[in-house]
T-cell receptor, first 111, second 113 residues
Framework: GQQVMQIPQYQHVQEGEDFTTYCNSS?????IQWYKQRPGGHPVFLIQLVKSGEVKKQKRLTFQFGEAKKNSSLHITATQTTDVGTYFCAGSRSNDYKLSFGAGTTVTVRA | NAGVMQNPRHLVRRRGQEARLRCSPM?????VYWYRQLPEEGLKFMVYLQKENIIDESGMPKERFSAEFPKEGPSILRIQQVVRGDSAAYFCASSGQKHTEAFFGQGTRLTVV
């Protein structure tokens, strides 16, 4: 079945530094979505990527969808304490309704 | 437009009892997903429903678990004869169309004692 994997599982970042989290799928995806979950909270939608090679930016966050539509990345610049949380990628195939989530990257920030 | 509403937020059940989790999707949304999340883990897909139909239940245990999304009223995730291993956060999400963003409810934290 479809598997979505994320690395790293944990990311400890010094405030002000940059980091990247990666998402890889075992199958080609029709789209990929990114969500953020704060501690004790629920996942909140960040963005959706649909096109091969697509890049989208939200302030300090840059999202990329791979050319083969099997991988994606989220890059955060100048990390702030508000970036703390777990970032999930989720993908679905064109012939499948299921949105499969990766295990997430949990980010902690050192002030 | 209220978001996805889940209740109860917290549910405590003794082993062997039944747990009923409710989810009202966003207005106009006909696609409902249920996910289970264990502490420090990701979201595990359980079931996808569209009004009155179960479309994909490949992530749901064959026994004790069932889900429905009636024509009127909320979607229900039902767990019969709960065991300690059922303790988790159960999240419901809804979307307006296939492959569009999913809006999550705040979840139901189930504790089995």
């Amino acid at each position: 079945g479809q598997q979505v994997m994320q690395i790293p599982q944990y990311q400890h970042v010094q405030e002000g530094e940059d980091f990247t989290t990666y998402c890889n799928s075992s199958t080609t995806l029709s789209n990929i979505q990114w969500y953020k979950q704060r501690p004790g909270g629920h996942p909140v939608f960040l963005i959706q990527l649909v096109k091969s090679g697509e890049v989208k930016k939200q302030k300090r966050l840059t999202f990329q969808f791979g050319e083969a539509k099997k991988n994606s990345s989220l890059h955060i610049t100048a990390t702030q304490t508000t970036d703390v949380g777990t970032y999930f990628c989720a993908g679905s195939r064109s012939n499948d309704y299921k949105l499969s989530f990766g295990a997430g990257t949990t980010v902690t920030v050192r002030a | 437009n209220a978001g996805v509403m889940q209740n109860p937020r917290h549910l405590v059940r003794r082993r062997g009892q039944e747990a009923r989790l409710r989810c009202s999707p966003m207005k106009g949304h006909s696609h409902v997903y249920w996910y289970r999340q264990l502490p420090e883990e990701g979201l595990k897909f359980m079931v996808y429903l569209q009004k009155e139909n179960i479309i994909d239940e490949s992530g749901m245990p064959k026994e004790r678990f069932s889900a429905e999304f009636p024509k009127e009223g909320p979607s229900i995730l039902r767990i019969q004869q709960v065991v300690r291993g059922d303790s988790a956060a159960y999240f419901c999400a809804s979307s307006g169309q296939k492959h569009t963003e999913a809006f999550f409810g705040q979840g139901t934290r189930l504790t089995v004692v």
